[in-house]
């Protein structure tokens, strides 16, 4: 079964500095990879997502992620964040031919003036 | 239309009664979703309905019991529930069941049970 980490449960960054989510993820077989936000009091919206091709992936709100096979990793990236990007980002995996998706626990991604 | 739809927003409901969470999307979707998320953590799958049929059951207790009326539609029927099901229920709608696509989701319910 897959099963994503996402190493920093919390991520301190002053506004227009750049940042780094990291998500890692284990599975037997081919997955599909995403990232998905969660603004307070809100569900969650997709940023991106990579099914195959290119392994870097542009997404809305200036973020972008790269996949990495070797290292089974999925890194969210952005050059320049907002106090706007202050939310929970969750890092997601689901293997191919299933319908499940599983999610990591979570970075908050709290952004300082 | 992108939405999906919850209702009500908030819920609280005591140990003995009955009550159901609504969700409805327009999107021409055929895979809708049930997720519970405790606060500070991750969405947990509970159910998967793809084509009206129900197709994945996470052993949740059988004092949620969901219900697809249509393809626009998707109910979760809460029955003696207990204090710790008190948590954030999030519908999700996609494509169809398939793992590559998007899943789109509502606000959620947030529901205490007292």
């Known amino acids: 079964a897959q099963s994503v980490t996402q190493l920093d449960s919390q991520v301190p960054v002053f506004e227009e500095a ?10 037997s077989v081919s997955v599909y990879l995403f990232w998905y936000v969660q603004y307070p009091n ?10 195959s091709g290119s392994t870097l992936v542009k997404g809305i709100n200036g973020f ?25 980002y969750f890092c997601a995996v689901s293997e191919q ?4 998706l ?5 970075t908050r991604l709290t952004i300082n003036p | 239309d992108t ?3 919850q209702t009500p927003k908030h819920l609280v409901m005591g140990m003995t009664n009955k009550k159901s969470l609504k969700c409805e999307q327009h999107m021409g979707h055929r895979a809708m979703y049930w997720y519970k998320q405790k606060a500070k953590k991750p969405p947990e799958l509970m159910f998967v309905y ?3 049929k129900l197709s994945i059951n996470e052993s949740v207790p059988s004092r949620f019991s969901p219900e697809c009326p249509n393809s626009s539609l998707l109910n979760l029927h809460l029955h003696a529930l207990q204090p710790e099901d008190s948590a954030l229920y999030l519908c999700a709608s996609s494509q169809d069941g398939g793992g590559y696509n998007e899943q789109f989701f509502g606000p959620g319910t947030r529901l205490t049970v007292l």
């Open chain 1, 18 to 27: 750049p940042v780094e989510l990291r998500c890692n993820y284990s599975s």
């Open chain 1, 42 to 51: 809100q569900g969650l919206q997709l940023l991106l997502k990579y099914l």
């Open chain 2, 50 to 52: 793809s084509y009206e």
């Open chain 1, 102 to 106: 599983v999610f990591g626990q979570g």
């Open chain 1, 97 to 100: 031919g299933a319908q499940k």
């Open chain 2, 3 to 5: 939405e999906v739809t």
């Open chain 1, 64 to 88: 972008e992620a790269e996949f990495n096979k070797s290292q089974t990793s999925f890194h969210l990236r952005k050059p320049s964040v907002h106090i706007s990007d202050t939310a929970e």
